[in-house]
């Protein structure tokens, strides 16, 4: 049979994405090759300068987001930030993030890049960003990433370059629209049936995957 594909919409700077890396994590424990997770990016820090003017003027601004932030990083004692986290030379945008990998992922389809770079940029990127304090807009700290990954430098610069990084992030624009995703993270199953997004307890995850994996016919999905 093959594997149930689970369609992955994040924004690399969310926070509840960093911390659904967990669930992720504990899903490809206990389904093994009966899951395929896909990573997809939505943007929701697209423009960081605009979202502080607005959904964050009234509430301090950086300062308040970066407490809020800190306050939730508590109820997650076992995955830890970095205390300066939004207050030391924030990202101005995650689309560079997105673009870059992206770039990563075009390396690993088209074997430039060893098996499984792609998901080992996006920890890598989230760890940057989320342990280490690091502003992961800049190019240099991305390239940086891509050099400790092993991934070759020239054509991830060669894909953002000719636009092909970005056509692809486009894409994923494109499938979230089609699929109704509004907010990172979401998970989307059973061609988009079943929607998960935001905060969700693994139960949640679990009970919606054994039910496919049960009975992967999808006409039952709809009485019409």
């Known amino acids: 049979m093959r594997p149930l594909p689970i369609l992955y919409f994040s924004d690399i700077l969310c926070i509840w994405a960093y911390f659904s890396e967990l669930r992720l994590d504990q899903a490809r424990h206990d389904f093994g090759a009966q899951i395929q997770v896909q990573y997809r990016f939505f943007q929701v820090f697209g423009d960081v300068p605009g979202k502080m003017a607005t959904s964050w003027r009234d509430k301090g601004g950086y300062d308040g987001f970066a407490d809020h932030v800190q306050t939730i990083a508590a109820r997650f004692p076992e995955t830890p930030i970095h205390p300066r986290l939004w207050r030391d030379s924030p990202p101005a945008s995650s689309n560079p993030a997105h673009v870059f990998l992206k770039a990563v992922q075009i390396c690993e389809q088209e074997q430039s890049c060893a ?33 400790s990954l092993d991934a070759p430098v020239d054509p991830i610069c060669r894909l953002i370059d000719d636009g092909r990084a970005h056509a692809a992030l486009a894409a994923d624009d494109r499938e979230a629209a089609k699929l ?17 997004s935001g905060n969700i307890g693994y139960r949640i995850v679990e009970a919606n995957i054994q039910e496919l994996l049960r009975e992967p016919n999808l006409d039952l999905a709809s009485w019409c």
């Open 115 to 147: 098996p499984g770079a792609f998901e080992r940029a996006i920890r890598k990127v989230r760890d940057a960003f989320f342990v280490e304090g690091r502003n992961v807009a800049r190019r240099e700290v991305l390239l940086d990433i891509g050099a």
């Open 180 to 196: 109704g995703v509004k907010g990172s993270p979401t998970m989307s199953l059973n061609e988009g049936r079943q929607t998960l």
